[in-house]
């Protein structure tokens, strides 16, 4: 009897084991509803340029990312959330493979990107299928949230409020009567001159130049010919700062004026500093190294002392949303897109309201452009751009 009686309850105690562990394992596999229990080692993915011609931009990005992420496991040890990293290049050809690579790992739960317009048009239909909800900071293509994808937010204005704000400066601030455009071809850049001339109007003349191009002799012949005093350059630094060393070799004395794709330090490196000197330079966000909070000093403290560049902020802002989603037991994609559906609270270092319109963008009463400029041989602020 005794014995029978021990065997039986040995089987107890095993069963008990197996459920628990079993429970466990559920528990922290991110494959299951969520719940009131944070989920444990999932991953938020950072897609953008960290190599590269444009990795000055993404890392600033991914750093805001990073610091979220650190910081949220510093105070939830027990349980942590880790960081998987999507280097795109910015190349829109590299892109389908890496977000199948994302959507692969059934970890990860939420997305911090695609940071341009580019990627984001072949790497968000992979995103959409899978489920799998993403924040971009950065890629403000206006027609991305037009295609009916339930994963699309976008955590700063779209080219409908920068194109337009940079085209106001010009005629308005700048007060210039000859304006010449140049865009790189990409969705990015073509897109943001087209809403730059529905202000300006007629323009001295317009054209066009490829990403990775580096002999501009053609372009800066018709630039310096037309007249133009000002010229207004829709892509990123890269090319920028090259086309504008070259119109100042040929004695050009006017002013480039271009988007938040040329907003970075290395837009100086490129052009050098003389020749960057005075460039204006927009952006649908406020200055990163202004932000609130303790945002600027832990940043600095993360990153040797560094200054937070473009979107470092935003970034940062738009990852604890997806922390708090965590946090709050939400460890499946279909229950974190639902939360970022619905999320409505100030970011701690931006003070933007973060809550979104059906189509992903961000609730057009939170959205800012500001201009800044080249002094000195830093990217400083310069006035918020008053909206029309």
Known sequence: MRQKLARVLGGVAISALVISGAAACKADSGTEGGGDKAACDLKIGFFGPLTGDAAGLGIHMRNGTKLAIDQYNKDNADCKVNLAE????????????????????????????????????????????????????????????????????????NDTSQGPAAGRYIKNVMKAEKVYVVDDQSAYGAGLVDEVKKVLGAVAGEDKVQVKQTNFSAVVTKIVGSGATVLFFGGYYTEAGLLLKQLKGAGWKGTMVAGDGVNDANFIKVAGQQVAEGTVLTCPCAPATAAKGTFVTDYKSAFENAEPGTYADVSYDITKIFLEGIKSGKSTRADLLAFVKSYNKAGTATGVTYKFEPNGELDPAQVLVWAFKVNAGQVVPDIEIPKA
């Open 86 to 157: 999507y280097d795109s290049q910015g190349d829109p050809a590299k892109a389908p493979a890496l977000a199948q690579q994302a959507v692969g790992d059934t970890k990860v739960v939420g997305i911090i990107g695609p940071a341009f317009s580019g990627e984001s048009e072949v790497a968000d239909p992979i995103f959409d299928e899978a489920g799998l909800p993403i924040i971009t900071p950065s890629a403000t293509r206006p027609s991305l949230s037009t295609k009916n994808w339930k994963i699309f937010h976008r955590g700063v204005g």
